[in-house]
């Protein structure tokens, strides 16, 4: 299997609200099983949207592996790999948090965004069961991220300081997002 080519600024695609998708069929099934190896084989991003691949649907996949420190101790839960059809976030924490964000969309590229601590949201998996989950932390942030870009929104466009907006070197990036 080949990985996708990942999409950057300005592709017209990025901005595009996505559509929704009906019918669980095997193209679907195709597009996040090749989604999810996209975004393993790129050892980037934390997850990824289907526009970023150039496909106009709602539909991301996820996967966080564990992250440790120096000394050995676990600093990011890991986040299974899954893939989640036309997720919407049906409810927002009042509480929010600045943390830096990067997309490989827009690689290279880092800065402030405000986003909230906690998330419900709703989607169907791949085997066509609905999901309900309440996310915090890194996964609130990410579901967040990437419903976004469903939208045609970018991380830039929710940059609490576009000043901030920094370019870091490709040997130091880490995308965190997608």
């Known amino acids: 299997m080949k990985p996708y080519k990942i999409l950057t600024i300005p592709n017209p695609i990025l901005r595009k609200e996505s559509k929704e998708i009906t019918v ?70 009042k509480e929010k948090e600045i943390d830096e964000e990067g997309c490989m969309s827009y690689i290279g590229y880092y800065g402030p965004v405000e986003r909230s601590k906690k998330v419900r949201f709703k989607a169907m998996d791949i085997n066509g069961k609905e999901v309900k989950k309440n996310a915090s932390g890194l996964l609130a942030r990410i579901i967040q991220h990437e419903v976004d870009h469903l939208d045609g929104i970018l991380f830039v466009d929710r940059l609490t300081d576009k000043n901030k907006l920094r370019k870091v070197e490709i040997e130091d990036k880490n995308p965190r997002f997608s």
Request: hydrophobic share 45%; charged share 25%; aromatic share 4%.
């Open 24 to 93: 669980l069929d095997e193209e679907t099934l195709n597009l996040a099983e090749r989604m999810l190896f996209t975004l393993t084989e790129n050892k980037l991003g934390l997850a990824l949207a289907a526009p970023q691949i150039g496909e106009n649907v709602r539909m991301i996949v996820i996967g966080v592996n564990e992250q440790r420190d120096s000394e050995g101790k676990v600093i990011q839960k890991a986040i299974p790999l899954a893939a989640y059809i036309n997720p919407v976030i049906t409810k927002f924490s």
